[in-house]
């Protein structure tokens, strides 16, 4: 089946600084990326939705200047969480969808990011 | 808009027990049904889906019928083991005509089986 490959899976970083976390979907063509945040016990919200070679879509409250995503490739799309202060810390998860619809969404095996 | 309402967790059950998560959901058009299982730690894994007013997804045991006059999608096992101790999530797709937008998610189940 369809596998997203996401990395960092875990990462602690200082405030103020950027980290990126990546996501490859291998053996298909992510036509679109959804980026999810998930807080402890709570359902995933969802960030942004990019498109290969479009800018991202990002949903309301989502700070899109924080948050930037990039999607240049079928393969590839990252999310770069800039400036990152202890209110970021969260767990980030990015599902692909792949251009002829074969495998539907799936899901990378997410990010934990603490900012400390 | 479109929303997905899960049944209040955790639930906890003994091993070889019957499972019923409700899901209803809100939305307009004609969405696609999910359900989705996290363990600890991970990401998010398919577990069934349904496309269509009753459809019954089915994987592993666990089953769930799509039906459009109750708006719902439950969950159901006939025989939880330890090993199904996870969260669920019950999705929907915007719509099943847009592909790729994006799934909105309820808040979640916790399963909780014991031995």
């Known amino acids: 089946g369809a596998v997203v490959s996401q990395h960092p899976s875990w990462v602690i970083c200082k405030s103020g600084t950027s980290v990126k976390i990546e996501c490859r979907s291998l053996?298909?063509?992510?036509?679109?990326m959804f980026w999810y945040r998930q807080f402890p016990k709570q359902s995933l919200m969802l960030m942004a939705t990019?498109?290969?070679?479009?800018?991202?879509?990002?949903e309301q409250g989502v700070e899109k200047d924080k948050f930037l995503i990039n999607h240049a490739s079928l393969t590839l799309s990252t999310l770069t969480v800039t400036s990152a202060h202890p209110e970021d810390s969260s767990f980030y998860i990015c599902?692909?969808?792949?251009?002829?619809?074969?495998?539907?969404?799936?899901f990378g095996s997410g990010t934990r990011l603490t900012v400390v | 808009g479109d929303s997905v309402t899960q049944m209040e967790g955790p639930v906890t059950l003994s091993e070889e027990a019957f499972l019923t998560i409700n899901c209803t959901y809100t939305?307009?058009?004609?969405?696609?049904l999910f359900w989705y299982v996290q363990y600890p730690g991970e990401g998010l894994q398919l577990l069934l889906k349904?496309?269509?007013?009753?459809d019954k997804g089915s994987n592993k045991g666990f089953e769930a019928t799509y039906r459009k006059e109750t708006t719902s999608f439950h969950l159901e096992k006939g025989s939880v083991q330890v090993s199904d101790s996870a969260v669920y999530f019950c999705?929907?797709?915007?719509?099943?005509?847009?592909?790729?937008?994006?799934?909105?998610f309820g808040k979640g189940t916790t399963l909780s089986v014991s031995s």
């Open positions: 599902s692909a969808f792949d251009r002829l619809g074969n495998y539907g969404y799936t």
């Open positions: 053996d298909f063509q992510a036509t679109t």
């Open positions: 990019s498109n290969e070679g479009s800018k991202a879509t990002y």
């Open positions: 939305a307009t058009g004609y969405p696609s």
């Open positions: 349904a496309t269509k007013a009753d």
């Open positions: 999705a929907l797709s915007r719509s099943a005509n847009q592909a790729g937008t994006a799934l909105i």
